[in-house]
């Protein structure tokens, strides 16, 4: 077989675990989570068992739903399944890699976040338009912090490609980065931010004041809720192989080694287990913060992102 | 350990010390604020000790053994005492908000990272890149000082601004004399009593440890 059409496939199968491996995560926690509470849990498969009910279950739309409405789970799908294609998962060698960097995936996020955002106030919910308008505020908080992070990575390894970021960061020499040290402190804070896990959003809650992210979903079903769920059990799962891809590459395959996947399979599914571990931990132990609290914890991420970036000029 | 190491390990604890400059400014709790002060001593002094192994200089050891004593043990007692005396566990009161000092400070480290780039040309010692971070943290310590309306947390915002002086001085010279040292620490353990002294006068005179009470000194109040 031709070499050349790896890429192509390696391409496939990670899109294909992200489709398949983001449920399995959201699963994982759930399981930890549950265990943790000493509850028994309804194991690792039930978040496939919830989207196969809903997408079989009817759809039920508002009467004053527009396109946006119907037409944003599917752009909000699309956008995800497309930064899950960039970010490199198992092997840095991805055709699609080369065409977006890291700026671009930022942009991707933002564009799902903004649909969802447009989708909760369309019906014209109490609920949505509160829910949207804090998406937003978070979003608004949350993103040059991201990018400042992920700057300081670039910064380190003088490119904003994915690929090519994790490729400098495995290859490179080992020493200590307190730059890099603070970019993932500020990086792990964010994607708490960006996947609405407690202390910033509660994931589990339906009907209540605080909530951010179920808000602006409670007008869907059926099917496009599934496509909804499914988008932000995915997003949290690239949020992690991003935080995997730009600080912790190792066991990612590289470059024209097909041999290395397997590996990187298995290194993946052990970061993942941990990563899931972590949150647990985390969300069991704090209360979700007050709605005012949450500039200041997302200006702490840019402060220490900033901070990450300053440390690169000054001490490196 | 090689030289590289040695300036590796203290550029991580130069980010450190830069990192529990902006803990104490953002930080709202009184005991919270302590154990930053504390944290900030115990990086200020392994990294003199760091220092002094790289450069064999051995008086800088004592000075290590000098900082971690005071002031990581004995300074936040002292004021933790004071706390607990004077009842003062409500949140710090600021003149300026929060994420508009994080500002400003992010700005104060960027000015002394300016100002200090001609002196890191010149110099010749391992630790050349750490002065700007020294001076930074006294520049923030003198932020912290302006920005809060209580004595207390002023103080510890005048004694983060003395870890920054020491700081710097290990970073640009390799530490100043013994002697000087010595005298420096002492200084600051009798200011620590004094400081004590004097918030249960302001206490006592003012019922409240707000400086903004002593501008009500002038003569047309009475």
Same mark, same amino acid.
């Given at each position: 077989m031709n070499s050349r059409y790896f890429p192509v496939l390696i391409e496939g199968l990670q899109v294909a675990t992200v489709l398949l491996a983001a449920p399995l995560l959201a699963g994982w926690i759930r399981m930890l989570r549950c265990r943790a509470q000493g509850r028994r849990s309804a194991g690792i498969l039930q978040p496939f068992r919830d989207l196969s009910k809903l997408f079989i279950k009817d759809t039920v739309l508002a009467d004053n739903a527009s396109w946006i409405f119907t037409s944003a789970p599917y752009v909000v799908f699309g956008a995800t399944v497309l930064a899950g294609a960039i970010i490199p998962i198992i092997s840095v060698d991805?055709?699609? =890699?080369?065409? %977006?960097?890291?700026? !671009? #995936?930022?942009a991707i996020f933002a564009i799902a976040r903004f649909f969802m955002a447009l989708a909760g106030m369309d019906v014209g919910t109490a609920f949505g338009g509160m829910g949207a308008s804090r998406e937003m505020m978070v979003a608004s908080l949350a993103e040059p912090a991201m990018l400042m992070s992920v700057f300081t990575v670039s910064l380190v390894s003088r490119t904003t490609s994915l690929s090519h970021m994790a490729h400098a960061v495995m290859t490179g020499p080992v020493v200590l980065r307190p730059s890099l040290a603070f %970019?993932?402190?500020?990086?792990? $804070?964010?994607?708490?931010?960006?996947?609405?896990?407690?202390?910033?959003?509660?994931?589990?809650?339906?009907?209540?004041?605080?909530?951010?992210?179920? %808000?602006?979903?409670?007008?869907?079903?059926?099917?496009?809720?599934?496509?909804?769920?499914?988008?932000?059990?995915?997003?949290?799962?690239?949020?992690? =192989?991003?935080?995997?891809?730009?600080?912790?590459?190792?066991?990612? !395959?590289?470059?024209?080694?097909?041999?290395?996947?397997? $590996? +990187? *399979?298995?290194? $993946?599914?052990?970061?993942?287990? #941990?990563?899931?571990?972590?949150?647990?931990?985390?969300?069991?132990?704090?209360?979700?913060?007050?709605?005012?609290?949450?500039?200041?914890?997302?200006?702490?991420? *840019?402060?220490? !992102?900033?901070?990450?970036?300053?440390?690169?000029?000054?001490?490196? | 350990?090689?030289?590289?190491? +040695?300036?590796?390990?203290?550029?991580?604890?130069?980010?450190?010390?830069?990192?529990?400059?902006f803990g104490l400014l953002v930080q709202r709790r009184m005991t919270g604020l302590l154990h930053i002060f504390a944290w900030q001593g115990?990086?200020?002094?392994?990294?003199? %000790?760091?220092?002094?192994?790289?450069?064999?200089?051995?008086h800088l050891y004592i000075s290590a053994v000098l900082? $971690?004593?005071?002031?990581?043990?004995?300074l936040p007692y002292i004021l933790y005492v004071l706390i607990h005396k004077l009842k003062i566990h409500r949140e710090v009161e600021e003149v300026v908000n929060i994420p508009t000092t994080m500002l400003i400070g992010i700005a104060l480290v960027i000015f002394s990272y300016h100002l200090t780039a001609p002196i890191r040309e010149l110099s010749t010692l391992v630790t050349r890149s750490t002065l700007a971070v020294a001076l930074a943290t006294v520049l923030l310590g003198l932020l912290m000082m302006i920005t809060r309306k209580k004595a207390v947390t002023q103080i510890i915002g005048f004694l983060a601004l003395e870890n920054g002086l020491f700081f710097a001085a290990t970073s640009a010279t390799y530490g100043m004399p013994l002697v000087v040292e010595l005298g420096v620490a002492l200084d600051i353990l009798i200011a620590a009593f004094i400081f004590g002294i004097f918030f249960f006068q302001i206490r006592t005179t003012f019922d409240s440890l707000d400086l903004k009470q002593l501008e009500k000194l002038k003569e047309e109040d009475f």
């Open positions: 991805l055709p699609l =890699s080369e065409t %977006a960097d890291v700026i !671009a #995936l930022v %970019a993932f402190v500020s990086f792990v $804070l964010l994607a708490i931010a960006e996947t609405g896990r407690i202390p910033v959003d509660n994931p589990s809650t339906h009907l209540e004041l605080t909530m951010i992210h179920e %808000a602006m979903l409670l007008e869907y079903s059926g099917r496009r809720l599934a496509l909804m769920e499914w988008a932000s059990m995915m997003k949290l799962f690239l949020f992690t =192989s991003l935080g995997v891809a730009l600080f912790f590459p190792w066991g990612i !395959a590289g470059r024209d080694t097909v041999s290395m996947i397997p $590996l +990187a *399979f298995l290194s $993946l599914a052990i970061k993942l287990a #941990l990563t899931g571990v972590f949150i647990v931990a985390v969300e069991i132990r704090l209360a979700k913060m007050r709605v005012f609290r949450i500039p200041e914890f997302l200006g702490m991420a *840019f402060l220490l !992102a900033t901070l990450g970036m300053l440390s690169f000029f000054i001490l490196e | 350990m090689t030289t590289n190491l +040695a300036a590796e390990i203290n550029g991580v604890l130069a980010a450190l010390i830069l990192l529990s400059s115990f990086f200020l002094s392994l990294s003199t %000790a760091v220092v002094g192994y790289t450069a064999g200089l051995h900082t $971690l004593t005071l002031k990581v043990f004995a």
